[in-house]
């Protein structure tokens, strides 16, 4: 499959918004990562009538109002089902999935574990907040053990799921995460994301006002993020601190990962791990790290494509005979070896 | 009168007529102990052939014999030799049944005639008993006097122990009121195969042919194409093959020289009276398939995506479009049922024809995502190869019972379109017009089908190409006052604007829309008013389809028979059968389940009864209970059976 890119140089960020008043709380993590949308498709002068967002129910799922491309807000949990349609029907659209913690990872969790596994050409955006929004702040399954909500009073017994470990163990060939309010991050991540040719993971952790404010802010509050998180990009060290002063290495003789720290040189030490963005097990220790004992790691963590599932499933189709030239009915029906004339 | 059949193995044994009788089958009359022919109609030293109107065979063995196979390949010679036919497989749910259990038991019933046949036949003429599980299961279904041919060798004592026969059915006189041959056919094939050295195994695996072979002589059909066809199936093995060609040859030379014509077992089935045209068979669900491509294609739609997930009995119509690629058709194994109909309501968004198809359990986790295609009114076909329920029910066995669920079965106010087809051939027609409507009316429509149809087969007239319906449908570009929930004026659809299309990005959803800009809206005035409207919608669909006909009798009279989906055969032959007993009978045949054709509740109270045939504990007859507070009365089976034909005259008495 040949890929075009379709560019439309003149639009700037506010032609992707829509008339739509926006209805999310203020200060929601969401306004961040619509901006940082606008304008990454601003950027990449992506074309609108191609482009089509897609989303399930949930505080995120509202996102396709906001943009002026095509959009479909279907329902709880199956949007990545309603886009593998939409890409089998008509693969050079370019097509956004939106979903949250609940929609992706509890009720929609078979159907994300399916479409990554078959990489389907999506970019999907979960908006990890940590709790359900749209239905007052019952916990979710990313939520931290002993998450209070009002259906654990007690707190959560149960252990939330790793939306990144989650996605590489279905097989997604395509993993990332940023921050909602770090823009140009985010911005960079989403375009990696939509150059990706088959599914393409991206976790934003966003921030909800309402229900579940600060939850991420010991690694994302301004003044302790150069040490709480860990930027990696392919080729380079995987260095952090406000000083670049620690770097990851794996403990000699283990599959782990040690923080050493280095010296005032600029020399890095040779035991410094450079990220390899095509290292799947690179990719699993990396979003392991949790703070506050780890840096998290945020940035294309792993990318490593493979040709997706549409492109396969169109090449049997052309190979079968699909396409111009396809034989008309007569020769479904008139097979020679079944049928018999009566005169 | 009865009789009783004995088998001898005699080497050399007089039959009185100063000649030796090699096989030994010899019919004696039970009290007397005399020789008789029980249907024989020519002198027994000229072999000749009885002619019958029609017949029902029914092979029947353990689910690894090849009964589908046997039963498959006998309806191909049957179908090129001219007879009118219908054929129903009965096989059991477990892949692998363990052997010689009476639930393994498979069976294949063909129906075949010189007249008009439609039914697979209320009782079997011949049943072919592969070991005795099959005998147990199947012989209550075998008419008096019916012909049962048996395999000995496979009548051991643990299979007999396994079937649950508590003495020898071949030797305690229980088989009396049916003639019986009793043929070694384990032995006979394992001699005609010897020569080609299979395992043992293997060569058992030939013995389908062999009986095959015998069926085919009895009834004077050809076997070369089954001989192509075995050549082809075993290309890898030649030596297979061979055996398998073997095998039916020696079935069919045993019926040749044992001259069992004398003993009234050779039949001739004149060809049936048939418009002339270019036949095949074809099944429910190739019918289906192809007529899913053929509304494709009449609608102008260059793509269809079915997407479905395995469940018995509508896997069928997955595997026979996965071969369809060719023709546009782009399947998708879905992870769930759930996801399987998201990808047609996704691939109908993006413009291409979208469809589903599952059973009833299936159907059940999918009437979310129906809420959301009818909520956006997007075109949608969902087929339902319905099954005996509730839950997971009985999944090979044929039921009417998800009507309600088609008509009513989702949350809130939710109407579709409902269609049925009625035979195997009608698939093809039901499966267009399915299309047609989804795609005018912008809207899912629900075609039920059953397990019965799926695997029911019987010849088709391929219709003249050139005059299928056309339906071109109309993709909204032009951006110039578009919102997309404009209407058409005469079918209150909304346009079809395809992502894609500049100038007319839009967004749509699940939320109540406005009726005026398409935005969301939680006006209640507004929600009123698109709740009708998609009613109106949906009930205007009766202004474009024909008019209710009757397809037997009069327009008035006494009884109107309504019926519905795939019991139209049987109260077809019960209706003709209760007119020629002088009862002021009318078939009526329903193919639009909802909305209703227009002036069906005028037809129906121009009769005095309305007897309402289903397959269920009586849906049919509730809905037209409702619609037209007529005294419907109902006559269900649920036996996960079809209904036989007399079960209905009775009613109708």
Redesign the interface.
């Known amino acids: 499959m040949t890929v075009t890119t379709i560019t439309d140089a003149e639009l700037q960020p506010k032609d992707y918004a829509s008339d739509q008043e926006v209805r999310w709380c203020p200060g929601c993590g969401d306004y961040a990562i619509l901006k940082a949308m606008h304008k990454a498709l601003a950027e990449l002068g992506a074309r609108r009538e191609s482009t089509v967002f897609v989303s399930g129910i949930g505080c995120a799922a509202r996102f396709p109002y906001y943009m002026s491309t095509y959009g479909f807000h279907t329902i709880h949990g199956r949007a990545p089902a309603i886009a593998t349609g939409i890409k089998l029907a008509n693969p050079d659209l370019d097509v956004w999935v939106m979903t949250g913690d609940g929609d992706g990872l509890s009720i929609g969790g078979n159907h994300m574990l399916h479409v990554l596994r078959r990489n389907v050409d999506l970019q999907i955006v979960l908006f990890n907040n940590e709790i359900y929004g749209l239905t007052k702040g019952q916990y979710s399954p990313t939520s931290r053990r002993g998450t209070k909500s009002p259906s654990t009073p007690q707190g959560s017994v149960d252990y939330p799921v790793s939306a990144c470990a989650f996605a590489l163990g279905a097989g997604a060939r395509f993993v990332a995460r940023a921050v909602d309010t770090q823009q140009a991050q985010l911005v960079s991540v989403l375009q990696r994301a939509h150059a990706h040719r088959g599914a393409s993971f991206v976790e934003v952790f966003q921030n909800c006002v309402v229900f579940n404010d600060g939850a991420f802010d010991g690694f994302t509050a301004k003044d302790g993020a150069a040490d709480t998180q860990l930027h990696v990009e392919h080729g380079q060290p995987l260095i952090f601190g406000a000083r670049k002063d620690r770097g990851l290495r794996l403990k000699p003789g283990k599959l782990e990962l040690e923080v050493i720290t280095l010296s005032e040189s600029d020399v890095i030490p040779d035991g410094v791990l450079v990220h390899d963005e095509t290292n799947r097990a690179l990719a699993q220790l990396l979003v392991a790290l949790e703070p506050p004992a780890w840096p998290v790691a945020l940035g294309v963590i792993y990318c490593n494509p493979a040709p997706s599932f549409e492109a396969e499933v169109y090449a049997q189709a052309a190979a079968a005979g699909a396409g111009p030239g396809a034989p008309d009915l007569a020769e479904l029906l008139m097979n020679k070896e079944g049928t018999w004339t009566v005169r | 009168m009865s009789f009783r059949t004995v088998s001898r193995r005699s080497q050399g044994f007089s039959l009185g007529k100063g000649r030796a009788f090699p096989y030994g089958l010899v019919h004696y009359h039970r009290a007397t102990g005399t020789l008789v022919s029980c249907t024989m109609t020519t002198s027994a030293t000229s072999p000749a052939r009885e002619s019958r109107d029609s017949v029902v065979i029914r092979f029947a063995g353990d689910s690894g014999d090849g009964m589908q196979v046997t039963g498959g390949r006998f309806t191909?010679e049957t179908?090129?030799a001219?007879n009118d036919l219908t054929t129903f497989p009965d096989y059991p749910a477990e892949i692998r049944a363990p052997a010689g259990t009476t639930y393994g038991v498979s069976a294949f019933q063909i129906h075949f005639g010189a007249v008009d046949v439609m039914t697979p036949g209320d009782q079997v003429d011949v049943l072919v008993a592969m070991n005795p599980a099959a005998l147990k299961v199947d012989l209550k279904d075998l008419r008096i006097g019916g012909t049962v041919v048996v395999d000995t060798g496979a009548f051991t004592e643990r299979n007999l122990a396994k079937a649950g026969f508590a003495s020898h059915p071949l030797e305690d006189g229980s088989l009396a009121p049916y003639q019986v041959l009793k043929l070694d056919i384990t032995k006979r094939t394992l001699d005609a195969v010897k020569d080609f050295g299979l395992h043992t195994r293997e060569a058992h695996r030939c013995r389908n042919m062999w009986a095959l072979g015998l069926m085919l002589w009895m009834y004077g059909r050809d076997r070369d194409v089954t001989v192509e066809w075995l050549k082809k199936k075993f290309a890898g093995k030649p030596e297979v093959a061979q055996a398998n060609v073997a095998a039916l040859n020696a079935g069919h030379a045993f019926g040749e020289t044992a001259e069992m014509s004398e003993y009234g077992v050779g039949y001739t089935v004149r060809r049936a009276r048939?418009?002339?045209?270019?036949?095949?068979?074809v099944s429910g669900t190739e019918a289906i398939a192809?007529g899913l491509?053929?509304g494709m294609?009449a609608a102008g739609l260059e793509?269809m995506?079915f997407?479905g997930y395995p469940i018995t009995p509508a896997s069928l119509l997955l595997h026979t479009l996965a071969n369809?690629?060719?023709?546009?058709v782009?399947t998708?194994q879905?992870?769930?049922e759930?996801?399987?109909i998201?990808?047609?309501?996704?691939?109908?968004?993006?413009?291409?024809l979208?469809v589903t198809s599952t059973s009833g359990p299936g159907m059940a986790l999918k009437t979310?995502?129906l809420?959301?295609a009818i909520a956006?009114e997007l075109p949608l076909v969902v087929v339902n190869s319905q099954r005996a329920g509730p839950s997971t029910g009985m999944p090979t066995k044929a039921e009417q019972s998800d009507l309600f669920q088609a008509v009513h079965g989702r949350n809130a106010d939710a109407p579709l379109a409902v269609l049925a087809a009625a035979t195997a051939t009608d698939c093809f027609d039901v499966a267009m017009e399915a299309v047609r409507i989804a795609t005018t009316y912008m809207t899912p429509v629900v075609l039920l089908s059953d397990a019965f149809l799926a695997h029911a087969a019987e010849p088709w007239?391929?219709p003249d190409?050139d005059r299928?319906p056309r339906f071109p449908v109309r993709f909204r570009t032009d951006p110039a006052g578009f919102h997309p929930f404009l209407r058409d004026s005469e079918t209150l659809s909304r346009p079809w604007a395809?992502?894609?299309?500049?100038?007319?990005?839009?967004?749509?959803?699940?939320?109540e829309k406005d009726y005026d800009t398409g935005?969301?809206s939680y006006d209640p005035e507004n929600h009123a008013r698109m709740t009708r409207t998609r009613a109106a919608k949906i009930a205007g669909i009766a202004n474009g389809i024909p008019l209710q006909t009757v397809a037997l009798g009069a327009d008035h009279g006494a009884i109107a028979v309504v019926g519905w989906g795939s019991t139209y055969g049987a109260i077809h032959q019960a209706v003709r059968r209760a007119r020629q007993d002088g009862i002021d009978a009318s078939h009526i045949h329903l193919r639009y389940l909802s909305p209703f054709p227009r002036n069906l509740g005028e037809l129906l109270r121009r009769f005095e009864r309305i007897v309402v045939p289903e397959l269920n504990n009586g849906q049919l007859v509730q809905l037209l209970r409702a619609a037209y507070l007529v005294p419907a009365e109902e006559l269900s089976k649920v036996q996960g059976k079809p209904f036989k034909v007399s079960e209905i005259v009775e009613a109708l008495r």
């Open positions: 191909v179908a090129l001219g048939v418009t002339p045209g270019v036949y095949r068979t192809w491509v053929a294609r793509k995506v997407a369809l690629k060719r023709y546009g782009i998708f879905a992870e769930d759930i996801a399987a998201g990808a047609c309501v996704g691939a109908a968004y993006a413009g291409a979208g979310e995502m809420g959301l956006t007239r391929i190409l299928l395809r992502p894609g299309t500049p100038g007319l990005e839009h967004r749509i959803g699940g939320l935005h969301i």
